[in-house]
């Protein structure tokens, strides 16, 4: 049951981690390497709010916000000029959070940081004991991308998304804001890096390259999502496996390895990833 | 440049030993960075994991001239020349056949994403840097492999190897980038699904410049290690890979010369600050790389050059070319009637959309056929079945050519181009960079393998090709760029570059959209000589008023069938095609 527990967290945990980068991608068609940055954000913004006494919860509502932030600046000055030039947008973004972590290095200095865990406790699950912020963890991955699935399919603000994604001049046409959405939306995609960073930092160790490790291994994970929510689920649970169980019974720094390696043959054999259309 | 090598031969009588070194290892950064110019600012191919040949190049010399024990501790060293060279050819080999196994699964072609291979060649370091910890034995663990320097040469003997190496290899490259091989890397940067219709192996160049550039990256790699004498995981890692392409991007893409200016200067500029201040530093690099991504995108380079060219009053556009006439027997015609091409009820569709419901037609040799029909009818989808090889959900397509028969069903498009099926598009996709005989020539080369070194100035082409350069007012425009040409240029130019492929059948979506009531009839008279000259011409119509004028053959499309065929005229008076075009239920 633990081992099964273990692997739900790593499936939840990557889901975290690549809700933000999805939503951006999915509906941006840009691959935002800045997202290591942005969690890197998250997290150092929810060390300074922990610092001066602000509560958990709160906090990393503010340290998302920041996050968020930090993506409508970005955005605005670098995104919104290279729409049109998607190989480029990967460099600048890369560049971006290069600067990120420099100013974050500037800022903090090089060494560990630590966080406390809000809750150290622990629940039983079907008769095992296991870290109650874990399970919490699992739960936010979860949750968020559910919501994302139902926002986009049941609201009329997941129309607008919808519309845009599939068809931008049209939707501008039909006097949606698309700058505004675009926007909207990679602020959105930043504030969720912000929240991943800040959940997972009790738990990661905390320095200037947080995230920058899970940052290959997430990006592989949105391409064979294949910008479908299914697909998405789907390899979140089939990276997150094959890294857990991996790195159990194998060994984890190659568990890393093996999953990139994975990716990069199913991509090559089915470049739409693991989307599945109705026919 | 003269003045360039002239610094470069006297340098080490002006520097101290500590420069010197740094100039050195700064020249070597140089041929790395030209390496990553070829890859990617002339062909394209962003390599975000360009340092891991790098450090593979330097790691094979390491264990070609070390012993180590399981834990990573230099055990004995050979200090001899033939280990290192043995390690430098073993490292360059190696580097070669992964990046030939990056590539092959990189490079596919059917729905390629421009993407996957920037993320793959990022995994790849990152994970290159994970795992060379984990295998101390072979590679010094964390702390890397010292003492593998190569001391037969002095500092200053080093300093002439590593000009001079430098000196060969960007030689090379801007011979290589002139010739025409140069040429079609360049389109394939600038359009690369274009540049499939004219015959072009898109994946196999890729694959050649991908492998070669590794290959010389290994090399600086291999040179770094006998001259540094140190091997670790950092030469391997993401952050070095950045630095790589920041040298390349500030110094100007596509450019050769800008590259090593970048990696030369930065690189020393980084030595002298990353002591003091390493972090601000790094900030600023970071800054400068995302402001010359967006912003000035062609390099710093480029600009310079440009403002050197107009203060000294220089004109470029050395090596321009033109557009000739080629003496060739006139081919055998085919015996009209033969049929070229042969649809068999072909259903093909996107997805639960069925757009062509059983296509049954044949092409004849000689012959003029327009497709016509209403709006959604499938015409376009036709066009692209018959040129993209996408295997219909049902039927087949075969091809009967002169010199080859060949079936669609799975052919790639530059299979399908270079048996002598040529495609023009009804919104011209043209490349940003090649001027109008630059087109030509690529298209004329019909995916020949191109020369690395020979640069062709007069591009030979047939009268038919000369007939429409001189229709659409191109002539005298051979070296200008798309961007300053019009609308109606840029359909010549396409048409032009169609022609130039000496096809046995020419398919034209629309080819008189756009054109005046004159060039129409220039176009007409100019498929009515193709026609004699044997070519089979297939046109996606809709304009009836030529279609009557310039076609032998008629069929219309409608509802993804074809309800009728025949001669123009026949086809006009027929009750089924009125239907169609004023409008009922499709059955």
């Given at each position: 049951?633990?081992?099964t527990?273990?692997?739900l967290?790593?499936?939840g945990?990557?889901m975290?981690?690549?809700?933000g980068?999805?939503?951006?991608?999915?509906?941006?068609?840009?691959?935002?390497?800045?997202?290591?940055?942005l969690?890197?954000?998250g997290?150092?913004?929810?060390?300074?709010?922990?610092?001066?006494g602000?509560?958990?919860w709160?906090?990393v509502?503010?340290?998302?916000l920041?996050?968020?932030?930090?993506?409508?600046?970005?955005?605005?000055?670098?995104?919104r000029?290279?729409?049109a030039?998607?190989?480029?947008?990967?460099?600048?973004?890369?560049?971006?959070?290069?600067v990120?972590?420099?100013?974050?290095?500037?800022?903090?200095?090089?060494?560990?940081k630590?966080?406390?865990l809000?809750?150290?406790?622990?629940?039983e699950?079907l008769g095992t004991?296991?870290?109650t912020?874990r399970?919490?963890?699992m739960l936010?991955?979860?949750t968020?991308v559910a919501?994302?699935?139902l926002?986009?399919?049941?609201t009329?603000i997941?129309?607008t998304?919808?519309?845009?994604?599939?068809?931008?001049?049209?939707?501008?046409?039909?006097?949606?804001?698309?700058?505004?959405?675009?926007?909207?939306?990679?602020?959105v995609g930043?504030?969720?890096?912000?929240?991943?960073?800040?959940?997972l930092?009790?738990?990661?160790?905390?320095?200037p390259?947080f995230g920058?490790?899970?940052?290959a291994?997430?990006?592989l994970?949105?391409?064979l999502?294949?910008?479908?929510?299914?697909?998405?689920?789907?390899?979140?649970?089939?990276?997150?496996?094959?890294q857990?169980l991996?790195?159990r019974?194998v060994?984890?720094?190659?568990?890393?390895?093996?999953?990139?390696?994975?990716?990069?043959?199913i991509l090559?054999?089915?470049?739409?990833?693991?989307a599945f259309?109705?026919? | 440049?003269?003045v360039?090598?002239?610094?470069?031969?006297?340098?080490?009588?002006?520097?101290?030993?500590?420069y010197?070194g740094?100039l050195?290892?700064?020249?070597?950064?140089?041929v790395?960075?030209?390496?990553?110019?070829?890859?990617?600012?002339?062909?394209?191919?962003?390599?975000?994991?360009?340092?891991?040949?790098?450090?593979?190049?330097?790691?094979s010399?390491?264990?070609a001239?070390?012993?180590?024990?399981s834990?990573?501790?230099?055990?004995?060293?050979?200090?001899?020349?033939?280990?290192h060279?043995?390690?430098?050819?073993?490292?360059v080999?190696?580097?070669?056949?992964?990046?030939a196994?990056v590539?092959?699964?990189?490079?596919?072609?059917?729905e390629?994403?421009p993407?996957?291979?920037a993320?793959?060649?990022l995994?790849?370091?990152?994970v290159?840097?994970?795992?060379y910890?984990q295998?101390p034995?072979y590679?010094?663990?964390?702390?890397?492999i010292?003492?593998?320097a190569y001391?037969?040469?002095?500092?200053?003997?080093?300093?002439?190897?590593?000009?001079?190496v430098?000196?060969?290899?960007?030689?090379?490259?801007?011979?290589?980038?002139?010739?025409d091989?140069?040429?079609v890397m360049?389109s394939?940067?600038?359009?690369?699904?274009?540049?499939r219709f004219f015959?072009?192996?898109?994946?196999?160049?890729?694959?050649?410049?991908?492998?070669?550039?590794a290959?010389i990256a290994?090399?600086?790699?291999?040179?770094?290690?006998?001259?540094?004498?140190?091997?670790s995981s950092?030469?391997?890692?993401f952050?070095?890979?950045?630095?790589?392409?920041?040298?390349?991007?500030?110094g100007?893409?596509?450019?050769?010369?800008?590259?090593?200016l970048?990696?030369?200067?930065?690189?020393?500029?980084?030595?002298?600050?990353?002591?003091?201040?390493?972090?601000?530093?790094?900030?600023?690099?970071?800054?400068?790389?995302?402001?010359?991504v967006?912003?000035?995108p062609?390099?710093v380079l480029?600009?310079?050059?440009?403002?050197?060219?107009?203060?000294?009053?220089?004109h470029g556009a050395?090596?321009?070319?033109?557009?000739?006439?080629?003496?060739?027997s006139?081919?055998?015609?085919?015996?009209?009637?033969?049929?070229?091409a042969?649809?068999?009820?072909?259903?093909?569709?996107y997805?639960?959309?069925?757009v062509?419901?059983?296509?049954d037609?044949?092409?004849?040799?000689?012959?003029?056929?327009?497709?016509?029909g209403p709006n959604?009818a499938?015409?376009?989808?036709l066009?692209?079945?018959l040129?993209?090889?996408?295997?219909?959900m049902r039927?087949r397509?075969?091809?009967?050519?002169?010199?080859d028969?060949?079936?669609?069903?799975?052919?790639?498009i530059?299979?399908?181009?270079?048996?002598?099926?040529?495609?023009?598009?009804?919104?011209?996709?043209?490349f940003?960079?090649?001027?109008?005989?630059?087109?030509i020539l690529?298209?004329?080369?019909?995916?020949?393998?191109?020369?690395?070194?020979?640069?062709?100035?007069d591009?030979?082409?047939?009268?038919s090709?000369?007939?429409?350069?001189?229709?659409?007012a191109l002539?005298?425009?051979?070296?200008?760029?798309?961007?300053?040409?019009?609308?109606?240029?840029?359909q010549?130019?396409?048409?032009?570059?169609?022609?130039?492929?000496?096809?046995e059948?020419?398919?034209?979506?629309?080819?008189?959209?756009?054109?005046?009531a004159?060039?129409?009839?220039?176009?007409?008279?100019?498929?009515?000589?193709?026609?004699?000259?044997?070519?089979?011409?297939?046109?996606?119509?809709?304009?009836?008023?030529?279609?009557?004028?310039?076609?032998d053959?008629?069929?219309?499309?409608?509802?993804?069938?074809?309800?009728e065929?025949?001669?123009?005229a026949?086809?006009?008076?027929s009750?089924v095609?009125?239907?169609a075009?004023?409008?009922?239920a499709?059955?």
């Amino acid at each position: 049951m633990s081992l099964t527990l273990d692997v739900l967290f790593g499936v939840g945990s990557l889901m975290l981690i690549v809700a933000g980068l999805f939503l951006i991608f999915g509906m941006l068609h840009v691959i935002n390497l800045a997202h290591a940055g942005l969690m890197a954000v998250g997290v150092y913004a929810q060390v300074s709010f922990r610092g001066h006494g602000i509560p958990f919860w709160p906090a990393v509502l503010l340290s998302a916000l920041v996050a968020g932030a930090a993506g409508a600046v970005i955005e605005f000055v670098v995104i919104r000029r290279l729409y049109a030039r998607p190989l480029d947008t990967i460099l600048a973004t890369w560049g971006i959070s290069l600067v990120l972590i420099q100013l974050i290095t500037l800022i903090y200095g090089p060494g560990n940081k630590f966080l406390d865990l809000p809750t150290v406790s622990a629940i039983e699950v079907l008769g095992t004991p296991y870290g109650t912020y874990r399970l919490l963890i699992m739960l936010a991955g979860a949750t968020i991308v559910a919501a994302l699935g139902l926002i986009v399919r049941f609201t009329s603000i997941g129309l607008t998304v919808r519309a845009v994604m599939t068809n931008e001049a049209l939707a501008r046409s039909h006097g949606i804001n698309t700058i505004r959405a675009r926007q909207v939306t990679f602020i959105v995609g930043a504030a969720l890096a912000g929240v991943a960073g800040a959940l997972l930092g009790p738990i990661q160790g905390i320095n200037p390259n947080f995230g920058a490790t899970a940052v290959a291994t997430a990006f592989l994970a949105v391409l064979l999502a294949g910008r479908t929510l299914p697909g998405l689920v789907l390899s979140c649970v089939l990276f997150g496996a094959t890294q857990t169980l991996f790195a159990r019974y194998v060994n984890p720094v190659w568990a890393g390895a093996v999953v990139i390696g994975l990716a990069v043959v199913i991509l090559r054999f089915r470049p739409e990833g693991l989307a599945f259309r109705r026919a | 440049m003269l003045v360039a090598l002239v610094l470069l031969a006297v340098a080490p009588l002006f520097l101290g030993t500590y420069y010197l070194g740094l100039l050195t290892i700064s020249l070597v950064y140089g041929v790395l960075a030209v390496s990553l110019d070829l890859v990617w600012g002339y062909t394209g191919i962003p390599d975000l994991g360009h340092a891991l040949w790098f450090g593979i190049g330097a790691l094979s010399v390491a264990m070609a001239t070390t012993k180590l024990d399981s834990f990573g501790i230099v055990l004995t060293t050979y200090p001899g020349l033939g280990r290192h060279l043995a390690g430098l050819v073993i490292g360059v080999l190696v580097a070669g056949a992964i990046a030939a196994v990056v590539g092959i699964l990189s490079f596919s072609q059917r729905e390629a994403d421009p993407f996957y291979i920037a993320i793959v060649t990022l995994a790849l370091t990152v994970v290159a840097g994970t795992i060379y910890g984990q295998l101390p034995q072979y590679t010094g663990g964390d702390n890397g492999i010292f003492g593998i320097a190569y001391h037969g040469l002095t500092n200053v003997q080093w300093y002439y190897v590593s000009a001079a190496v430098l000196v060969v290899v960007a030689a090379g490259a801007l011979v290589l980038v002139r010739s025409d091989f140069g040429l079609v890397m360049r389109s394939i940067r600038d359009n690369e699904r274009r540049v499939r219709f004219f015959g072009v192996n898109v994946e196999l160049m890729k694959l050649i410049v991908f492998v070669g550039g590794a290959m010389i990256a290994a090399g600086a790699g291999g040179m770094f290690a006998m001259i540094e004498g140190f091997v670790s995981s950092q030469l391997f890692d993401f952050l070095f890979s950045t630095q790589i392409l920041i040298w390349v991007a500030v110094g100007g893409r596509a450019t050769v010369l800008g590259p090593i200016l970048g990696a030369v200067g930065l690189s020393f500029v980084t030595a002298e600050l990353s002591s003091s201040s390493p972090t601000q530093w790094a900030l600023f690099l970071g800054l400068l790389f995302v402001a010359v991504v967006v912003f000035i995108p062609d390099g710093v380079l480029p600009p310079i050059v440009r403002l050197f060219r107009r203060v000294f009053h220089q004109h470029g556009a050395q090596g321009g070319r033109q557009l000739v006439d080629v003496q060739r027997s006139a081919p055998e015609l085919r015996p009209a009637g033969e049929p070229v091409a042969t649809v068999s009820d072909v259903e093909f569709g996107y997805g639960s959309l069925r757009v062509l419901r059983g296509v049954d037609f044949e092409i004849l040799a000689g012959e003029l056929l327009c497709i016509v029909g209403p709006n959604g009818a499938g015409k376009s989808t036709l066009l692209n079945v018959l040129t993209n090889g996408k295997v219909p959900m049902r039927g087949r397509i075969d091809y009967h050519l002169q010199h080859d028969r060949l079936a669609q069903s799975g052919a790639s498009i530059h299979r399908i181009a270079r048996s002598g099926v040529a495609r023009k598009f009804q919104i011209p996709h043209l490349f940003d960079t090649l001027t109008v005989a630059e087109t030509i020539l690529v298209a004329s080369m019909r995916g020949a393998l191109p020369s690395v070194w020979r640069r062709t100035r007069d591009v030979q082409v047939g009268r038919s090709v000369h007939e429409i350069v001189d229709a659409t007012a191109l002539a005298g425009r051979e070296n200008d760029l798309p961007p300053h040409l019009a609308h109606g240029l840029k359909q010549g130019l396409e048409l032009a570059a169609a022609l130039s492929m000496r096809p046995e059948i020419l398919l034209l979506d629309e080819p008189t959209a756009g054109l005046t009531a004159n060039e129409r009839h220039v176009i007409g008279e100019v498929f009515r000589r193709l026609l004699d000259a044997g070519v089979t011409i297939v046109l996606i119509e809709h304009d009836l008023d030529f279609v009557a004028r310039v076609a032998d053959r008629v069929i219309v499309l409608h509802g993804g069938k074809v309800v009728e065929s025949g001669t123009p005229a026949e086809v006009a008076a027929s009750p089924v095609v009125r239907e169609a075009y004023v409008g009922t239920a499709v059955t």
